[in-house]
């Protein structure tokens, strides 16, 4: 494998792993710098990630912009110092407000995955560019497995210790960057800068020009936000509801990780050639509705092991209903397609943390009643039902 392509899929990786890497430790470590509850814990997690998405949202197409007109390189290397400066910042911070300002500013700096695979792109011939995505998408893959992993695992050592590991891995690749990135912007592809195409929520001006798939992003929009449930509150609920170390919070997003890569990437055609996409969306939902339902009333940490792997089988009905969507576009509006999608996603990522740590705070706080911790993924639940419903009402049997 070439060095550059090295280098970008471990950018990847570690882009990935630094989100996964924190989540075992933050309720200690939001309760440690705030002295509260961990129903007050919950409340700034939603807040610290939703400020994390609001600047990656906002920052994406600025960050992309800026690598096509002073190039890839520089802005790679400076913005993978930049986290390497945020997460030492992190492991020192004794504030919330450090914390938060962290957060933000680490939003920012991983707003480079879109430059990353432009730069993939670009030492790719035509003939690559689809291997070498996917390349990609298992990059993400492997970090969103191993992060939480790892983050549990050295938790051990406090709460300060995987801010420090990623620090140490993101100087790590940014040396490495340094020796083996070569430019890839020329002075013929280079294009000026302009502020108007950085404009983050130019993808919304599109919905309108795809009339014939406003249910369908509505459904794809509930289903976002029911399924960010479990980044969002999964530390928080497991460690209020069984007293689970940061370890264990680790190893079950792992395994949740692992889970999610063999359904889509073992079980999706199999089940699609079986039952189609229509039926094979509607099963998705269900077994996400029915998952959600379960872990809402669970109150056995023993029996939710075993279940994730089952609340996994749901994300086999995401492929066929964007299988679905692509189908129903024009062929000259896919990329438009994709880029409402991709800004869709963005505003569950914003809404979802604060949402769901409000709900977990407002039935596990002082004199909470009912006291109930999972009521989150309660009302994911309904978000999936509600999904399950308009899909069903707007793809008719007959229609794929």
């Known amino acids: 494998m070439p060095l550059p392509v090295l280098f970008i899929l471990l950018t990847v990786v570690l882009n990935a792993m630094g989100i996964g890497l924190i989540l075992p430790v933050m309720p200690d470590l939001i309760r440690e710098v705030t002295g509260g509850d961990i129903s007050n814990a919950a409340i700034w997690g939603g807040i610290l990630s939703a ?30 110092l930049a986290m390497a400066l945020d997460y030492i910042v992190m492991a020192l911070a004794g504030s919330i407000w450090l914390l938060l300002a962290g957060r933000i500013f680490g939003g920012i700096t991983a707003a480079t995955n879109a430059t990353a695979t432009a730069y993939m792109a670009d030492i790719s011939t035509p003939a690559e560019k689809a291997r070498n995505f996917g390349l990609i998408g298992a990059g993400f893959g492997v970090g969103f497995v191993f992060g939480p992993m790892l983050g549990g695992l050295l938790a051990e050592y406090g709460t300060r210790a995987p801010f420090y590991a990623a620090a140490a891995l993101s100087l790590a690749n940014t040396a490495f960057g340094w020796v083996v990135l070569r430019e890839t912007v020329t002075d013929a592809t280079r294009r000026p800068f302009a502020m108007r195409r950085a404009n983050p929520f130019g993808a919304f001006r599109a919905v309108g020009r795809l009339p014939d798939l406003t249910t369908l992003l509505w459904v794809f929009f509930f289903f976002q936000v029911a399924t960010m449930v479990y980044p969002a509150i999964w530390a928080y609920f497991t460690v209020e509801r069984f007293g689970w170390s940061p370890g264990l919070v680790g190893i079950s997003l792992a395994v949740y990780g692992v889970s999610i890569a063999v359904v889509q990437g073992v079980l999706v055609r199999p089940a699609i050639r079986a039952m189609g996409e229509r039926r094979t969306v509607i099963f998705g939902l269900a077994i996400e509705v029915v998952s959600l339902v379960i872990l809402g009333l669970i109150t056995s940490g023993t029996a939710v092991l075993f279940l994730i792997p089952v609340t996994a089988v749901g994300a086999i009905g995401m492929p066929a209903l964007q299988g679905i969507m692509s189908r129903l576009t024009p062929d000259n509006a896919q990329g438009e397609l994709q880029g409402v999608l991709a800004s869709v996603t963005s505003v569950a990522m914003i809404m979802a943390p604060v949402v769901m740590t409000q709900i977990f705070a407002a039935f596990t706080g002082p004199g909470a009643s009912p006291y109930l911790p999972g009521a989150p993924f309660l009302l994911a639940a309904l978000l999936m039902a509600i999904s399950l419903v308009l899909f069903r009402a707007r793809i008719a049997p007959q229609t794929v």
């Open 51 to 80: 400020s994390f998405a609001v600047m990656q949202f906002l920052f994406s197409p600025l960050v992309g912009n800026l690598s096509d007109a002073f190039g890839r390189r520089p802005v790679i290397l400076i913005s993978l």
